[in-house]
């Protein structure tokens, strides 16, 4: 029997996010038949625990830093245990928004623009013309997001005491009105395209884990070119950013007085992975079971990339 070692929990700031995540993934893989152990990498000694686990397979369902950042990739591919999601350099640079936007212009995926800075200069004075958006350059979730609208004076107050990002360097990026939309890409095939909507005043941390913060649209009410080309560019910058198993790519669609716009936000190399998540539902809607999802995703896993 395969024995699985499901990562969960961690010590970044979306903690309790993968608690859930890979307790759903491990209830999951129980149920396909595989030997399963769960183990929480802030606990103990975290190198001495996984190798006493002797896993066949590391399912990896840590989310944000020291899980999705390379971190825990390196450990595994110094050990030799195959795991799964992507690789330490797709994991490395997809946490990093910038390294991640230069990568996708690279390959032709649309971006906004944005600049990079440290924390303090984001907090003095608006860098470019409202609105935009500041948040920290290596942090998922949304966690430390906020919208400076048009008519602000200056950015917000809260900002100049975020402690969110440990190095300091925040991204100030053009605001694009509009819809947000995601794709999931599972192998390299997208899956669907999700609309996200919430009462709230955007998809910030809270929208996204509250119970009733946002709404999933699946498939996504837009046209049809527009569905095509978000998962075209999804399959793309998967692909630049050298991702395997399964990402999800964010999306801002403005389709405003008359308006074709869709730019692509970031990718996230371990989404969320609870019944009810965005890449379950989209592979639900291909006809995959998340039973079966969580199986393929340890059939996918590997090492050396």
């Not at 200069?121 to 979730?141: D, F, T």
């Not at 997001?145 to 107050?157: H, L, Q, T």
């Not at 009462?199 to 119970?211: I, T």
Request: glycine fraction near 8%.
């Amino acid at each position: 029997m395969t024995r699985v070692v499901v990562l969960l929990g961690g010590r970044s700031s979306e903690r309790e996010v993968s608690l859930v995540s890979g307790q759903g993934c491990a209830g999951a893989l129980r149920e396909e038949g595989f030997d399963v152990v769960e183990l929480d990498p802030s606990v103990g000694d975290f190198p001495a625990a996984l190798q006493a686990a002797k896993p066949d397979v590391v399912f990896n369902a840590l989310h944000g830093r020291f899980g999705e950042d390379g971190t825990v990739q390196g450990l595994l591919e110094l050990l030799r245990i195959p795991y799964t999601h992507s690789g330490v350099l797709a994991s490395a640079l997809a946490m990093h928004k910038q390294r991640t936007k230069d990568i996708y212009a690279r390959a032709g995926v649309p971006i906004v623009n944005s600049i990079v800075v440290d924390r303090k200069a984001a907090a003095a004075a608006h860098l470019m013309e409202p609105p935009y958006v500041v948040k920290p350059v290596c942090e998922g979730s949304s966690v430390g997001v906020f919208i400076v609208r048009k008519g602000d004076n200056r950015p917000p107050e809260e900002l100049a005491s975020a402690q969110w990002a440990d190095s300091g360097l925040w991204m100030v990026e053009e605001f694009v009105p509009g819809r947000e939309l995601t794709v999931a890409v599972m192998g390299t095939q997208a899956l669907a395209v999700t609309e996200i909507t919430t009462s709230l005043e955007f998809y910030d941390y809270q929208a996204k884990y509250a119970a009733g913060g946002s709404r999933h649209i699946l498939p996504a009410p837009i046209p049809d070119l527009a569905a095509a080309e978000a998962m075209k560019l999804a399959e793309m910058a998967h692909a630049a950013l050298g991702c395997r198993g399964v990402s999800r790519t964010d999306f801002r669609y403005d389709d405003s007085n008359g308006k074709h716009r869709l730019v692509a936000l970031e990718t996230n190399t371990q989404p969320g992975m609870t019944p009810t998540s965005l890449v379950p539902e989209q592979a639900a809607l291909k006809g995959i079971s998340y039973r079966a999802l969580c199986r393929w995703i340890v059939e996918d896993a590997s090492c050396d990339r």
